[in-house]
């Protein structure tokens, strides 16, 4: 009898993901104040997240700002509500999505009034804001896919800083294996055709087996396209 398949072992439904929450240095969320100015205090690094953070002093207190690519130390950042239309807004300042200019890059947008920065936020990011309206804002996300936001969400003008950090090789499968394991990401992931028969559909000599699988297939036989009206290139 043959053992089950690594499909089979995780189980239906099993849970494949768990956000190391712990192992996050703070929570980023932007200041609830509408208007401020604070200085650059220092650059700190999380490991769990790709880009670095920055300690901003607002009204004697600090906050923890993602950092925008080209901001030091004893830079100034603005939080303002209105920006004037002759000046371009510098970079790092947050700005509701209706007072940055078409063109400009932004990063950190919220996705709806007051709920905090959650999109954009990979080291090297950055959207660009292609028109603005009476009540909506279109933005050009990473993926080159354009969103609708609503006028009033917050983001911050610039490039997520980090950009870089995937420039340097790992070298040894040491470091790779830490690096995914911060970020809870499967490792080492190993080809399908590369195994054996018995751990995989595609495993072995079966080269030619169909992908198509049935929508109500248990969990060991629903490998590859699933419920798939069409495969294969479009001709």
């Given at each position: 009898?043959?053992?089950?398949i690594?499909?089979?072992?995780?189980g239906?439904g099993?849970?494949?993901y768990r956000?190391r929450?712990?192992?996050?240095?703070?929570?980023?969320?932007y200041p609830?104040f509408?208007?401020?100015l604070?200085i650059?205090e220092d650059?700190?690094t999380?490991?769990?997240?790709?880009?670095?953070?920055?300690?901003?002093?607002?009204?004697?207190?600090?906050?923890?700002?993602?950092?925008?690519?080209?901001?030091?130390?004893k830079?100034?950042?603005?939080?303002?509500?209105?920006?004037?239309k002759?000046?371009k807004?510098a970079?790092?300042t947050?700005?509701?999505?209706?007072?940055?200019?078409?063109?400009?890059p932004?990063?950190?947008?919220?996705?709806?009034?007051?709920?905090?920065?959650?999109?954009?936020?990979?080291?090297g990011t950055f959207?660009l804001?292609v028109?603005?309206g009476e009540?909506?804002?279109?933005?050009?996300?990473p993926?080159k896919?354009?969103k609708v936001?609503n006028?009033d969400?917050r983001?911050?003008?610039?490039v997520?800083?980090?950009?870089?950090?995937?420039?340097k090789?790992?070298?040894?499968a040491?470091?790779k294996?830490?690096?995914?394991?911060?970020?809870?990401k499967?490792?080492?992931?190993?080809?399908?055709?590369?195994?054996?028969a018995?751990?995989?559909?595609?495993?072995g000599?079966?080269f030619?087996?169909?992908?198509t699988?049935?929508r109500?297939?248990?969990?060991?036989?629903?490998i590859?396209?699933?419920?798939?009206?069409?495969?294969?290139?479009?001709?």
């Open positions: 009898m043959g053992t089950p690594i499909p089979q072992r995780r239906k099993s849970l494949t956000a929450s712990h192992s996050f240095l703070t929570k980023l969320t609830s509408k208007e401020g604070g650059v650059i700190v999380d490991r769990s997240r790709g880009a670095p953070l920055l300690i901003v002093k607002f009204n004697n207190k600090s906050h923890y700002v993602l950092a925008c690519e080209g901001i030091s130390t830079d100034s950042i603005f939080i303002k509500e209105k920006q004037d002759k000046q807004p970079i790092g947050i700005l509701p999505l209706s007072q940055i200019p078409e063109g400009m932004v990063f950190n947008i919220e996705s709806q009034p007051n709920g905090n920065g959650k999109l954009i936020r990979g080291c959207g804001v028109s603005r009540n909506k804002v279109v933005v050009k996300m993926s896919k354009q936001f006028p969400c983001a911050t003008v610039g997520v800083a980090g950009g870089k950090i995937t420039s090789p790992f070298l040894k040491g470091n294996f830490h690096k995914m394991k911060v970020k809870s499967k490792y080492p992931r190993i080809s399908p055709t590369n195994m054996n018995r751990d995989h559909k595609y495993g000599q079966n030619g087996k169909q992908k699988v049935s109500h297939a248990p969990p060991g036989r629903k590859g396209s699933i419920a798939a009206k069409r495969s294969g290139k479009k001709r």
